[in-house]
Protein backbone atom coordinates (compact mmCIF):
# COMPACT_ATOMS: atom_id res chain seq x y z
CA UNK A 1 0.00 0.00 0.00
CA UNK A 2 3.06 2.33 0.96
CA UNK A 3 4.45 0.99 -2.51
CA UNK A 4 1.05 2.44 -4.58
CA UNK A 5 1.02 5.50 -2.21
CA UNK A 6 4.46 6.89 -3.28
CA UNK A 7 4.35 5.87 -6.80
CA UNK A 8 0.82 7.82 -7.31
CA UNK A 9 2.00 11.21 -5.30
CA UNK A 10 5.22 11.09 -7.35
CA UNK A 11 3.28 10.22 -10.88
CA UNK A 12 0.06 12.69 -11.09
CA UNK A 13 -0.14 13.51 -14.61
CA UNK A 14 -0.15 9.35 -15.42
CA UNK A 15 -2.99 8.95 -12.98
CA UNK A 16 -4.94 11.52 -14.85
CA UNK A 17 -4.04 10.64 -18.19
CA UNK A 18 -5.14 6.69 -17.11
CA UNK A 19 -8.10 8.42 -16.24
CA UNK A 20 -8.81 9.80 -19.14
CA UNK A 21 -7.86 7.07 -21.05
CA UNK A 22 -10.12 4.32 -19.44
CA UNK A 23 -13.19 6.52 -20.89
CA UNK A 24 -11.73 5.56 -24.73
CA UNK A 25 -9.76 1.67 -24.31
CA UNK A 26 -10.70 -1.34 -21.79
CA UNK A 27 -8.91 -0.52 -19.12
CA UNK A 28 -7.26 2.62 -20.74
CA UNK A 29 -4.95 -0.03 -22.22
CA UNK A 30 -4.39 -1.47 -25.64
CA UNK A 31 -1.42 -3.60 -25.11
CA UNK A 32 -2.66 -6.01 -21.85
CA UNK A 33 1.23 -6.82 -21.06
CA UNK A 34 1.34 -2.56 -20.14
CA UNK A 35 -1.37 -2.75 -17.81
CA UNK A 36 0.35 -2.07 -14.46
CA UNK A 37 -1.58 -1.60 -11.06
CA UNK A 38 -2.64 1.36 -9.63
CA UNK A 39 -2.14 2.89 -13.33
CA UNK A 40 1.00 2.53 -15.63
CA UNK A 41 3.31 5.11 -16.39
CA UNK A 42 2.66 7.27 -19.41
CA UNK A 43 6.16 7.62 -21.70
CA UNK A 44 6.12 11.07 -23.56
CA UNK A 45 9.47 9.90 -25.41
CA UNK A 46 12.86 7.95 -25.58
CA UNK A 47 15.81 8.95 -26.58
CA UNK A 48 18.49 5.59 -26.89
CA UNK A 49 18.49 3.46 -24.17
CA UNK A 50 16.27 6.17 -21.86
CA UNK A 51 12.32 6.98 -21.53
CA UNK A 52 11.05 10.04 -20.61
CA UNK A 53 7.94 10.16 -18.31
CA UNK A 54 4.91 12.27 -18.34
CA UNK A 55 5.77 13.77 -14.54
CA UNK A 56 9.20 14.18 -16.15
CA UNK A 57 11.16 11.50 -14.94
CA UNK A 58 13.71 9.81 -16.65
CA UNK A 59 14.31 6.21 -16.79
CA UNK A 60 17.50 4.13 -17.90
CA UNK A 61 14.99 1.59 -20.10
CA UNK A 62 15.76 -2.17 -19.07
CA UNK A 63 12.73 -3.13 -20.73
CA UNK A 64 13.31 -2.68 -24.22
CA UNK A 65 9.70 -3.41 -25.27
CA UNK A 66 9.85 -6.88 -24.52
CA UNK A 67 12.86 -7.64 -26.70
CA UNK A 68 11.58 -5.85 -29.96
CA UNK A 69 13.21 -2.39 -28.65
CA UNK A 70 16.79 -4.28 -29.27
CA UNK A 71 17.74 -0.44 -31.33
CA UNK A 72 16.56 1.65 -28.80
CA UNK A 73 14.36 4.83 -29.27
CA UNK A 74 16.57 6.55 -31.57
CA UNK A 75 18.94 4.58 -33.44
CA UNK A 76 20.68 6.87 -36.09
CA UNK A 77 20.53 4.39 -39.17
CA UNK A 78 17.37 3.82 -38.17
CA UNK A 79 15.94 7.29 -37.91
CA UNK A 80 18.19 7.77 -41.74
CA UNK A 81 16.85 4.89 -43.11
CA UNK A 82 12.65 5.90 -42.01
CA UNK A 83 13.36 9.63 -43.70
CA UNK A 84 14.89 8.57 -46.73
CA UNK A 85 12.38 5.94 -47.33
CA UNK A 86 9.15 8.56 -46.56
CA UNK A 87 11.00 10.73 -48.70
CA UNK A 88 11.65 8.81 -51.62
CA UNK A 89 9.79 5.46 -51.56
CA UNK A 90 6.54 6.23 -49.84
CA UNK A 91 4.67 4.78 -47.43
CA UNK A 92 3.08 1.37 -48.68
CA UNK A 93 3.03 1.01 -52.49
CA UNK A 94 1.16 -1.67 -52.50
CA UNK A 95 2.78 -3.49 -54.83
CA UNK A 96 6.04 -5.84 -55.40
CA UNK A 97 8.97 -4.32 -54.56
CA UNK A 98 12.84 -5.84 -54.61
CA UNK A 99 13.78 -4.50 -51.01
CA UNK A 100 11.11 -7.86 -49.78
CA UNK A 101 13.80 -10.21 -51.86
CA UNK A 102 16.49 -8.41 -50.44
CA UNK A 103 15.35 -8.23 -47.02
CA UNK A 104 14.52 -11.90 -47.17
CA UNK A 105 17.91 -12.89 -48.14
CA UNK A 106 19.09 -11.06 -45.36
CA UNK A 107 17.12 -13.47 -43.09
CA UNK A 108 18.48 -16.41 -45.20
CA UNK A 109 21.61 -15.95 -44.86
CA UNK A 110 21.57 -15.74 -41.31
CA UNK A 111 19.10 -18.70 -40.66
CA UNK A 112 20.48 -21.50 -42.78
CA UNK A 113 17.62 -24.05 -42.31
CA UNK A 114 15.51 -21.12 -43.83
CA UNK A 115 14.86 -21.95 -47.74
CA UNK A 116 12.19 -19.48 -48.50
CA UNK A 117 10.34 -17.03 -46.41
CA UNK A 118 7.41 -14.62 -45.92
CA UNK A 119 6.89 -10.94 -44.09
CA UNK A 120 3.54 -10.54 -42.30
CA UNK A 121 3.00 -8.00 -39.80
CA UNK A 122 3.70 -9.33 -36.24
CA UNK A 123 5.03 -12.60 -34.51
CA UNK A 124 1.29 -13.57 -33.52
CA UNK A 125 0.74 -13.65 -37.53
CA UNK A 126 3.77 -15.51 -38.09
CA UNK A 127 3.16 -18.32 -36.00
CA UNK A 128 -0.65 -18.87 -37.41
CA UNK A 129 0.49 -18.61 -40.94
CA UNK A 130 3.42 -21.48 -40.01
CA UNK A 131 0.63 -23.14 -38.24
CA UNK A 132 -1.74 -23.23 -40.98
CA UNK A 133 1.09 -24.63 -43.55
CA UNK A 134 1.45 -27.44 -41.22
CA UNK A 135 -2.23 -28.37 -41.20
CA UNK A 136 -2.52 -28.36 -44.90
CA UNK A 137 0.64 -30.37 -45.20
CA UNK A 138 -0.04 -32.77 -42.60
CA UNK A 139 -3.69 -33.00 -43.25
CA UNK A 140 -4.08 -33.08 -39.44
CA UNK A 141 -5.27 -30.55 -36.96
CA UNK A 142 -3.70 -31.11 -33.53
CA UNK A 143 -0.78 -28.82 -32.20
CA UNK A 144 1.38 -29.76 -29.22
CA UNK A 145 2.35 -26.60 -27.59
CA UNK A 146 3.47 -26.45 -23.68
CA UNK A 147 2.46 -24.99 -20.38
CA UNK A 148 3.52 -21.02 -20.03
CA UNK A 149 4.37 -20.88 -23.89
CA UNK A 150 3.72 -17.50 -25.21
CA UNK A 151 3.04 -17.51 -29.06
CA UNK A 152 1.08 -14.17 -29.73
CA UNK A 153 -2.20 -12.37 -28.54
CA UNK A 154 -4.19 -15.44 -29.81
CA UNK A 155 -1.27 -17.99 -28.65
CA UNK A 156 -0.74 -17.62 -25.23
CA UNK A 157 -0.65 -20.73 -22.88
CA UNK A 158 0.17 -19.47 -19.46
CA UNK A 159 -2.47 -20.75 -17.47
CA UNK A 160 -2.42 -24.11 -19.63
CA UNK A 161 -5.29 -22.88 -22.07
CA UNK A 162 -5.36 -21.32 -25.49
CA UNK A 163 -7.55 -18.64 -23.47
CA UNK A 164 -8.19 -16.29 -26.32
CA UNK A 165 -8.13 -19.16 -28.84
CA UNK A 166 -12.09 -19.87 -30.39
CA UNK A 167 -11.22 -24.04 -31.06
CA UNK A 168 -9.56 -25.06 -27.99
CA UNK A 169 -10.10 -28.24 -29.16
CA UNK A 170 -6.93 -28.30 -31.54
CA UNK A 171 -4.21 -27.74 -28.80
CA UNK A 172 -2.21 -30.32 -26.77
CA UNK A 173 -0.71 -28.85 -23.94
CA UNK A 174 2.61 -30.55 -22.59
CA UNK A 175 5.17 -29.42 -20.08
CA UNK A 176 7.88 -27.60 -20.77
CA UNK A 177 11.56 -29.24 -21.31
CA UNK A 178 9.71 -33.23 -19.52
CA UNK A 179 11.23 -35.33 -22.54
CA UNK A 180 9.36 -38.29 -21.47
CA UNK A 181 6.33 -36.49 -21.28
CA UNK A 182 6.99 -35.19 -24.55
CA UNK A 183 7.24 -38.57 -25.81
CA UNK A 184 4.15 -39.87 -24.31
CA UNK A 185 2.25 -36.93 -25.73
CA UNK A 186 3.49 -37.79 -29.19
CA UNK A 187 3.17 -41.72 -28.64
CA UNK A 188 -0.40 -41.33 -27.96
CA UNK A 189 -1.25 -38.17 -30.45
CA UNK A 190 1.11 -38.98 -33.45
CA UNK A 191 -1.58 -39.67 -35.57
CA UNK A 192 -3.53 -36.20 -35.52
CA UNK A 193 -0.52 -33.55 -34.83
CA UNK A 194 -0.10 -31.37 -37.44
CA UNK A 195 3.34 -29.71 -35.71
CA UNK A 196 4.73 -29.09 -32.11
CA UNK A 197 5.26 -25.09 -31.68
CA UNK A 198 7.67 -24.30 -29.04
CA UNK A 199 10.07 -21.32 -28.27
CA UNK A 200 13.80 -22.32 -27.32
CA UNK A 201 13.35 -20.44 -24.23
CA UNK A 202 10.34 -19.99 -22.66
CA UNK A 203 10.04 -15.86 -22.58
CA UNK A 204 6.79 -14.41 -21.32
CA UNK A 205 6.70 -17.57 -19.53
CA UNK A 206 9.69 -16.62 -17.37
CA UNK A 207 13.24 -16.79 -19.22
CA UNK A 208 13.28 -20.29 -19.22
CA UNK A 209 15.47 -21.82 -21.57
CA UNK A 210 14.41 -24.94 -22.89
CA UNK A 211 17.48 -27.70 -22.85
CA UNK A 212 19.27 -29.34 -25.86
CA UNK A 213 17.84 -32.39 -24.83
CA UNK A 214 14.24 -31.76 -25.09
CA UNK A 215 14.45 -29.43 -28.00
CA UNK A 216 16.37 -32.02 -30.00
CA UNK A 217 14.27 -34.79 -28.55
CA UNK A 218 10.87 -32.22 -30.61
CA UNK A 219 12.59 -32.21 -33.80
CA UNK A 220 13.29 -36.34 -33.64
CA UNK A 221 10.11 -37.30 -32.82
CA UNK A 222 8.55 -34.75 -35.01
CA UNK A 223 11.07 -36.10 -37.88
CA UNK A 224 10.17 -39.63 -36.59
CA UNK A 225 6.46 -39.08 -36.85
CA UNK A 226 6.02 -36.68 -39.82
CA UNK A 227 4.79 -33.72 -37.80
CA UNK A 228 5.94 -30.40 -38.71
CA UNK A 229 8.34 -29.06 -35.91
CA UNK A 230 8.26 -25.31 -35.25
CA UNK A 231 10.73 -23.26 -33.52
CA UNK A 232 9.30 -19.99 -32.57
CA UNK A 233 11.94 -17.57 -32.82
CA UNK A 234 10.28 -14.33 -32.39
CA UNK A 235 11.83 -13.41 -29.31
CA UNK A 236 15.57 -15.42 -29.42
CA UNK A 237 16.61 -14.84 -32.85
CA UNK A 238 18.65 -11.82 -31.09
CA UNK A 239 20.00 -14.67 -28.06
CA UNK A 240 22.88 -15.17 -31.57
CA UNK A 241 23.84 -14.02 -34.85
CA UNK A 242 22.13 -16.92 -36.29
CA UNK A 243 19.26 -17.32 -34.14
CA UNK A 244 19.04 -19.69 -30.18
CA UNK A 245 18.73 -22.65 -33.10
CA UNK A 246 22.55 -22.47 -34.31
CA UNK A 247 23.47 -22.82 -30.26
CA UNK A 248 21.31 -25.85 -29.46
CA UNK A 249 23.62 -28.54 -30.37
CA UNK A 250 22.23 -32.37 -30.27
CA UNK A 251 23.44 -34.29 -27.53
CA UNK A 252 25.31 -36.68 -29.50
CA UNK A 253 25.30 -35.22 -33.10
CA UNK A 254 26.31 -32.19 -32.14
CA UNK A 255 24.09 -30.66 -34.88
CA UNK A 256 22.12 -27.47 -34.19
CA UNK A 257 18.53 -27.22 -34.24
CA UNK A 258 17.10 -27.51 -37.93
CA UNK A 259 13.19 -27.01 -37.49
CA UNK A 260 11.10 -27.13 -40.10
CA UNK A 261 9.59 -23.86 -39.64
CA UNK A 262 11.13 -20.74 -38.17
CA UNK A 263 8.90 -18.02 -37.02
CA UNK A 264 10.74 -14.66 -36.36
CA UNK A 265 9.28 -10.93 -35.25
CA UNK A 266 10.31 -8.26 -33.10
CA UNK A 267 13.69 -6.34 -34.18
CA UNK A 268 14.28 -7.86 -37.48
CA UNK A 269 12.91 -4.60 -39.55
CA UNK A 270 15.07 -2.40 -36.64
CA UNK A 271 11.73 -2.14 -34.61
CA UNK A 272 9.33 -1.48 -37.06
CA UNK A 273 6.29 -3.64 -36.81
CA UNK A 274 7.21 -6.92 -38.49
CA UNK A 275 6.70 -10.49 -38.94
CA UNK A 276 8.54 -13.34 -40.62
CA UNK A 277 7.83 -17.30 -41.06
CA UNK A 278 10.04 -19.37 -42.96
CA UNK A 279 11.46 -22.58 -43.39
CA UNK A 280 11.69 -25.88 -45.95
CA UNK A 281 10.94 -24.83 -49.22
CA UNK A 282 8.29 -27.41 -49.78
CA UNK A 283 6.37 -26.53 -46.83
CA UNK A 284 6.51 -22.99 -47.94
CA UNK A 285 5.39 -23.52 -51.28
CA UNK A 286 1.73 -23.72 -49.70
CA UNK A 287 2.06 -20.12 -50.31
CA UNK A 288 3.30 -20.21 -53.49
CA UNK A 289 0.51 -18.53 -55.87
CA UNK A 290 1.98 -20.28 -59.03
CA UNK A 291 0.85 -23.72 -57.73
CA UNK A 292 -0.98 -23.18 -54.44
CA UNK A 293 -4.38 -21.74 -54.32
CA UNK A 294 -3.87 -20.72 -49.97
CA UNK A 295 -3.92 -17.33 -49.52
CA UNK A 296 -1.14 -15.10 -47.54
CA UNK A 297 -1.97 -11.73 -47.64
CA UNK A 298 -1.83 -8.86 -45.67
CA UNK A 299 -2.40 -5.07 -46.50
CA UNK A 300 1.33 -4.12 -44.54
CA UNK A 301 3.53 -7.32 -45.05
CA UNK A 302 6.15 -5.62 -47.51
CA UNK A 303 5.32 -2.39 -46.56
CA UNK A 304 8.08 0.23 -47.08
CA UNK A 305 9.44 1.03 -44.19
CA UNK A 306 9.76 -2.28 -42.44
CA UNK A 307 11.07 -3.49 -45.50
CA UNK A 308 13.77 -1.17 -46.24
CA UNK A 309 14.62 -1.27 -42.18
CA UNK A 310 14.53 -4.77 -42.29
CA UNK A 311 18.06 -3.87 -45.02
CA UNK A 312 19.89 -2.22 -42.15
CA UNK A 313 18.91 -3.60 -39.25
CA UNK A 314 20.98 -6.92 -38.95
CA UNK A 315 23.78 -6.22 -41.90
CA UNK A 316 24.70 -2.56 -40.48
CA UNK A 317 23.58 -2.94 -36.54
CA UNK A 318 23.00 -6.37 -35.09
CA UNK A 319 25.99 -7.27 -36.77
CA UNK A 320 27.20 -10.87 -35.31
CA UNK A 321 29.69 -8.85 -33.39
CA UNK A 322 27.58 -6.57 -31.66
CA UNK A 323 24.77 -9.22 -30.98
CA UNK A 324 27.82 -11.81 -29.36
CA UNK A 325 28.64 -8.55 -26.91
CA UNK A 326 25.68 -7.45 -25.97
CA UNK A 327 24.55 -11.19 -25.06
CA UNK A 328 27.73 -10.96 -23.28
CA UNK A 329 26.89 -8.02 -21.19
CA UNK A 330 23.82 -9.46 -20.71
CA UNK A 331 24.99 -12.99 -18.98
CA UNK A 332 27.19 -10.80 -16.93
CA UNK A 333 24.53 -8.99 -15.81
CA UNK A 334 22.40 -12.34 -14.97
CA UNK A 335 25.43 -13.72 -12.55
CA UNK A 336 25.81 -10.52 -10.66
CA UNK A 337 21.99 -10.36 -10.11
CA UNK A 338 22.07 -13.95 -8.67
CA UNK A 339 25.42 -13.08 -6.90
CA UNK A 340 23.79 -9.94 -4.87
CA UNK A 341 20.57 -12.13 -4.71
CA UNK A 342 22.62 -15.05 -3.44
CA UNK A 343 20.47 -16.86 -0.03
CA UNK A 344 17.15 -14.64 -1.00
CA UNK A 345 14.22 -15.17 -2.74
CA UNK A 346 15.00 -13.34 -5.84
CA UNK A 347 16.56 -15.57 -8.54
CA UNK A 348 17.05 -14.59 -12.20
CA UNK A 349 16.48 -16.85 -15.22
CA UNK A 350 17.47 -16.37 -18.74
CA UNK A 351 19.93 -16.12 -21.33
CA UNK A 352 22.19 -13.65 -22.97
CA UNK A 353 21.07 -10.12 -23.09
CA UNK A 354 16.99 -11.43 -22.46
CA UNK A 355 16.76 -12.04 -18.63
CA UNK A 356 13.73 -12.67 -15.72
CA UNK A 357 13.76 -11.68 -12.21
CA UNK A 358 11.82 -14.05 -10.40
CA UNK A 359 10.62 -14.35 -6.44
CA UNK A 360 10.27 -18.50 -5.50
CA UNK A 361 9.98 -19.81 -2.34
CA UNK A 362 13.13 -22.01 -3.10
CA UNK A 363 15.59 -20.10 -5.03
CA UNK A 364 18.11 -23.26 -5.05
CA UNK A 365 15.88 -25.34 -7.27
CA UNK A 366 16.19 -25.50 -10.74
CA UNK A 367 13.38 -23.76 -12.99
CA UNK A 368 12.61 -25.85 -15.65
CA UNK A 369 9.08 -25.27 -16.36
CA UNK A 370 6.14 -22.95 -15.41
CA UNK A 371 5.32 -25.22 -12.43
CA UNK A 372 8.43 -24.69 -11.09
CA UNK A 373 7.42 -20.80 -10.60
CA UNK A 374 4.28 -21.40 -9.13
CA UNK A 375 3.71 -19.25 -6.25
CA UNK A 376 1.35 -18.30 -4.27
CA UNK A 377 -0.40 -15.47 -6.09
CA UNK A 378 -1.75 -12.51 -3.25
CA UNK A 379 1.32 -13.91 -1.17
CA UNK A 380 4.65 -13.40 -0.65
CA UNK A 381 6.57 -13.57 -3.53
CA UNK A 382 4.23 -11.96 -5.39
CA UNK A 383 4.22 -8.89 -3.07
CA UNK A 384 8.29 -8.95 -3.51
CA UNK A 385 7.91 -8.89 -7.24
CA UNK A 386 5.23 -5.74 -7.09
CA UNK A 387 7.80 -3.99 -4.50
CA UNK A 388 10.79 -4.68 -6.48
CA UNK A 389 9.12 -3.24 -10.09
CA UNK A 390 8.00 0.21 -7.75
CA UNK A 391 11.74 0.11 -6.47
CA UNK A 392 13.54 -0.16 -9.55
CA UNK A 393 10.95 2.74 -11.15
CA UNK A 394 11.40 4.94 -8.00
CA UNK A 395 15.40 4.46 -8.65
CA UNK A 396 15.03 5.74 -12.21
CA UNK A 397 14.79 1.71 -13.94
CA UNK A 398 12.17 1.18 -16.05
CA UNK A 399 11.50 -2.59 -15.81
CA UNK A 400 8.31 -4.80 -16.65
CA UNK A 401 6.32 -5.48 -14.27
CA UNK A 402 6.57 -9.37 -14.41
CA UNK A 403 9.88 -8.96 -14.54
CA UNK A 404 11.58 -9.11 -17.80
CA UNK A 405 15.00 -6.97 -18.34
CA UNK A 406 16.37 -6.76 -22.08
CA UNK A 407 18.95 -5.05 -22.91
CA UNK A 408 19.45 -2.41 -25.39
CA UNK A 409 21.95 -1.94 -27.88
CA UNK A 410 24.49 0.65 -26.45
CA UNK A 411 23.75 0.25 -22.69
CA UNK A 412 27.23 0.42 -21.00
CA UNK A 413 28.35 -1.79 -18.53
CA UNK A 414 28.34 1.24 -16.13
CA UNK A 415 24.85 1.27 -16.55
CA UNK A 416 24.22 -2.19 -15.66
CA UNK A 417 26.38 -1.65 -12.62
CA UNK A 418 24.29 1.26 -11.43
CA UNK A 419 21.52 -1.19 -11.70
CA UNK A 420 23.22 -4.15 -10.30
CA UNK A 421 23.39 -2.00 -6.98
CA UNK A 422 20.12 -0.35 -6.84
CA UNK A 423 19.01 -4.36 -6.63
CA UNK A 424 21.58 -4.52 -4.09
CA UNK A 425 19.72 -1.83 -1.79
CA UNK A 426 16.68 -3.59 -2.67
CA UNK A 427 17.72 -6.83 -1.49
N1 LIG B 1 6.22 -15.45 -29.97
C1 LIG B 1 6.96 -15.10 -28.92
C2 LIG B 1 7.95 -16.07 -28.37
C3 LIG B 1 6.83 -13.83 -28.35
O1 LIG B 1 7.57 -13.49 -27.29
C4 LIG B 1 5.91 -12.93 -28.92
C5 LIG B 1 5.73 -11.57 -28.35
O2 LIG B 1 6.05 -11.28 -27.23
C6 LIG B 1 5.14 -13.35 -30.00
C7 LIG B 1 5.34 -14.61 -30.51
C8 LIG B 1 4.12 -12.45 -30.62
O3 LIG B 1 4.70 -11.44 -31.33
P1 LIG B 1 3.86 -10.08 -31.63
O4 LIG B 1 3.70 -9.38 -30.34
O5 LIG B 1 4.72 -9.36 -32.62
O6 LIG B 1 2.57 -10.53 -32.22
Redesign the pocket.
Known sequence: ATAHQRYTTANPTSSRLHVEATSHLPGGNTRSVLHASPFPLYITSGTGNTLLDADGHHYLDLVGD???GLFGHSQLKIQMTLVKTISSVGLNLGATTSTESQFAAVIKERVKCIEQLRFCN??????LYALIIAKIHTRRRKVLVFKGA????V?GFAAGVAVNNVDRDEWLIGKYNDVAGLRELITQHKGELAAVLV?GMM??GGGIPGSAEFLHAIQDECRFNSIIFIL?E???FRLAPSGLQSTILHPITHQPLSPDLT?L??NIAGGI?I?AFGGRADLMAVYDPRTSPVPHSGTFNNNSLAMACGLVALPQIYTPSACLELNALGDELRARLNEVGAGTKMKVTGLGAVNTVHFVPNPAAEIRSVEDLEVDYGGFEEALRGLFYFWAIEKGYWVATRGLISLILGTTREEVEGFVEVVREFV
Open positions: MTASGTEANYHGGLEGADVMTTGKGG
